[in-house]
């Protein structure tokens, strides 16, 4: 068994009552992975995100495209959910909007991709528990930066251990609270520390260099997912995710056009932001303005939203960037009653 397969055994699968789940369409039962040859895998492990105590948003990516297929649930209490088509459009990512569950109840998810055939492939099974209506206690792990300043995967020192430490506390949901990627943070091999130890960093051709085509920005967040510790802890607890600025470059703004020299393809950050937050919300499970349209993939949906946890807990996720003013000088005494709200460049 894998380190990941032994991270989701250790949850148990308490079954779905009928009715737990609105199904977007009727499916067959997920096939035996052994019986499918060609199968669609699943590269980057699977994630929930944005549960409350009814709904919830799965994410998955497939090695080639496919139709995204959830089962919830077991025995005569499942539900098979199919979801919309992962195309190159959307870089093998699909969601699927899951509705109607019941409140403080554990959720099992088994997800797949199913081809044009309907075989479908790999599965791999997300954990979730919805949010009880009257919680004895609410557990949460937060953290932002992940990657940053060229401290990438170091496999010698067993990867991300950050997140190992936090899926160990068994948290009831993580919240990612920005710098999700390091897009203008390049990489290398080796990095030699002050006292002379040398950092090995796994590099990736999307991580060696600034982001500014829409393929390297998705390069950096598939880079993330490529560490066992957080593959692990995103199919075992569920994210609630908003953006700063390193999902596009350091302390931008809205109309800003960099003199960075290392941006050679692109410079203009409105440009380089709406390749960034495609890839981010590919990338996060986040619910879609298209979520119930199953065949046309997805369009960007508010980063800032609320996250509803019962009646004593709301979760306000903010969008740090969009709507950002420029930025004015530190030693500035004074500054336009409309930029005076994000004069911090932090």
């Known amino acids: 068994m ?44 699977v994630q929930t995100g944005d549960v409350t105590t009814r709904s919830a948003v799965t994410w998955a990516r497939a090695s080639r495209p496919g139709r995204l297929v959830a089962r919830v649930g077991s025995g005569r209490s499942t539900r098979v959910v199919r979801g919309p088509w ?44 919805t949010a009880a209506v009257h919680p004895a206690r609410t557990s949460f792990v937060w953290t932002g930066d992940t990657c940053g300043q060229g401290w990438g995967i170091n496999e010698e020192l067993g990867g991300l251990l950050g997140y190992r430490a936090m899926h160990e506390t068994r948290p009831d949901f993580f919240i990612h609270a920005g710098d999700t990627i390091y897009a203008d943070g390049p990489m290398v091999a080796e ?3 002050p006292d002379g130890q040398v950092w090995r960093n796994l590099v990736t051709e999307e991580v060696s260099k600034v982001a500014e085509t829409l393929t390297e920005f998705r390069g950096r967040h598939n880079y ?10 995103y199919a075992d607890v569920p994210v609630i995710a908003q953006w700063d600025d390193h999902e596009t470059t ?10 960075d020299p290392r941006y050679t393809q692109e ?18 499970p986040i619910a879609d303005a298209r979520a119930h349209r199953r065949d046309h993939g997805f369009a960007p949906a508010r980063i800032y ?39 911090s460049t932090g």
Not at 224 to 233: C, P, Q, S
Not at 250 to 259: A, D, I, M, S
Not at 314 to 320: A, E, P
Request: hydrophobic letters at 40%; aromatic letters at 6%; a neutral charge.
């Open 2 to 45: 894998t380190q990941l397969g032994r991270h989701l055994d250790r949850r148990t699968l308490l079954q779905v009552g009928a009715g737990g789940v609105v199904a977007l369409g009727a499916g067959p039962a997920l096939a035996s992975p052994a019986l499918v040859r060609g199968r669609i895998d699943l590269t980057s492990g």
């Open 305 to 343: 939203r609320k996250v509803e946890r019962g009646p004593q807990l709301d979760v306000f996720c903010l969008d740090m960037r969009t709507f950002k003013d420029e930025n004015t000088p530190a030693s500035r005494r004074s500054a336009p009653a409309s930029s005076v709200r994000s004069r």
């Open 267 to 284: 410079r203009s950050v409105d440009v380089l932001a709406a390749r960034a937050r495609q890839a981010w919300q590919e990338y996060m």
């Open 250 to 259: 350091n302390n931008w703004w809205p109309g800003e056009v960099l003199e």
């Open 86 to 129: 992962a195309t190159a459009e959307t870089d093998f990512t699909a969601k699927i909007a899951l509705d109607g569950l019941a409140p403080g109840r554990e959720y099992a998810v088994e997800l797949a991709f199913e081809d044009g055939d309907g075989n479908l492939g790999e599965r791999q099974t997300a954990r979730f528990s």
């Open 224 to 233: 993330n997912l490529l560490d066992h510790n957080v593959r692990a802890m």
């Open 191 to 193: 990095v030699v520390e």
